[in-house]
């Protein structure tokens, strides 16, 4: 991905909007690794319970990001990011000061509220040139994945100090600081985000009915549901299992995060050489399965968790790159605030559906259990993924068989 050949405009923007969308998913991420620690900071918490506070602010994501992703398309895009940035600041205001589980679910719920995520890539597309398009939305999964990647060194090590109620102040603080720098750095587009000719009813349609489209709406959402059913147990299972203090932590995902750099990166300069996304996606996918594996099996031995989460951490770090590139690529321009919206709200509702369910099987039943499911629906995604890849050659294989 070279980003020097890109005008110095765009590249200016797509580098701005990477940020406020760093110091945006920043804190979310960082409270991943710690929050199921905390049953003893809130009130009637429980496994399940702490699940669903982790994964709830997806459910109300879900419900806010084609609706905000649509009226950023009629009335503008910085106006409804700043809006979502307040209403994210005060819902971790809200997580911050309760004392029972019950408020901070309603504090990641109102989190959740602020569902930026379609606009932010929404201005991303309006403010770069086709041709620049994929490296800036590949820009902004690569933010994705550094915010991951420092919110999983640091998250630990703050907790420690400051607890995870500190944790959701500094959130806010994040809130406001990426609100001045969209308002600041971030350039306007030179023609209003607004639609004053919105698309029809066919066009939209278009959007839930194309098979590439459906294709990486299942991989965001079942990569992000994995992500957080795992993260519902995997510290439990470090403190618990292995007797590692959480301020110890931060050293297992360091090195699992610095190992798995020797996996996304190569993937990254091969998919970009190659022009192969379907070979690679399926690649990513069966990496991801082989740690659901591991980590059932292995998982109560340190190595072999190191080893297991640098193969899921490569894989979900470049799908993090991969999956909203292709879908800027993929999507008309009329139509790209309201595909976009339907990809994070696949996103979040896996996030949503995987704390949910971590904190079901774990209280229900296992760690292990947790695993099984993850490799049950990977099983299930690369199932779809060859399924929906297949009808996409078919349909191609029919719309040139009418030209001819």
């Known amino acids: 991905m070279n980003l020097v050949s890109m005008p110095a405009k765009e590249l200016k923007a797509a580098l701005s909007l990477a940020l406020v969308f760093f110091f945006r998913m920043l804190p979310l991420f960082m409270v991943l690794p710690v929050l199921s620690l905390s049953e003893d900071s809130y009130m009637h918490a429980t496994p399940q319970l702490l699940g669903l506070a982790l994964g709830i602010y997806g459910l109300t994501q879900a419900c ?184 110890a932590h931060w050293q297992v995902y360091l090195s699992s995060i610095f190992l798995s750099l020797f996996i996304m990166v190569p993937l990254i300069i091969l998919g970009e050489r190659l022009k192969k996304e379907k070979l690679f996606l399926i690649l990513s996918i069966l990496l991801i399965m082989l740690s659901q594996i591991g980590l059932a099996l292995f998982g109560i031995n340190i190595n072999f968790t190191v080893i297991f989460l640098v193969l899921f951490f490569g894989a979900f770090n470049y799908l993090e790159v991969l999956l909203p590139s292709e879908v800027s690529k993929t999507t008309p321009g009329n139509t790209k605030g309201t595909a976009l919206g339907v990809y994070s709200t696949s996103q979040f509702i896996g996030i949503f559906i995987g704390g949910l369910a971590g904190g079901f099987f774990y209280q229900q039943f296992s760690l292990t259990s947790v695993h099984l499911f993850c490799l049950f629906l990977a099983i299930l995604w690369l199932l779809l993924i060859l399924f929906l890849s297949k009808s996409v050659s078919l349909s191609k294989n029919e719309l040139e068989e009418e030209v001819v």
């Open 64 to 247: 806010f990001q084609i609706p905000l992703g649509a009226l950023s398309d009629q009335w503008g895009r910085k106006p409804i990011i700043v809006l979502g940035l307040v209403i994210f600041g005060l819902g971790s205001l809200i997580a911050a000061t309760a004392d029972s589980v019950y408020g901070l679910i309603i504090g990641r719920s109102l989190q959740g509220a602020g569902a930026v995520a379609a606009a932010i890539m929404a201005l991303a597309a309006d403010l770069t040139s086709e041709k620049s398009r994929t490296k800036a939305m590949a820009c902004i999964g690569i933010s994705i994945g550094a915010a991951f990647s420092t919110a999983f060194i640091f998250g630990p090590i703050l907790y420690t100090y400051i607890g995870i109620k500190g944790l959701f102040f500094l959130s806010a603080c994040f809130s406001i600081l990426a609100i001045m720098m969209l308002l600041i750095i971030v350039p306007n587009p030179e023609e209003k985000s607004q639609n004053t000719n919105p698309s029809n009813l066919e066009e939209v349609k278009s959007v839930f009915v194309n098979p590439s489209l459906i294709k990486l709406d299942i991989s965001i959402f079942t990569s992000h549901l994995i992500l957080m059913a795992n993260f519902v147990v995997i510290p439990i299972t470090l403190r618990d299992s292995m007797q590692l203090a959480p301020i």
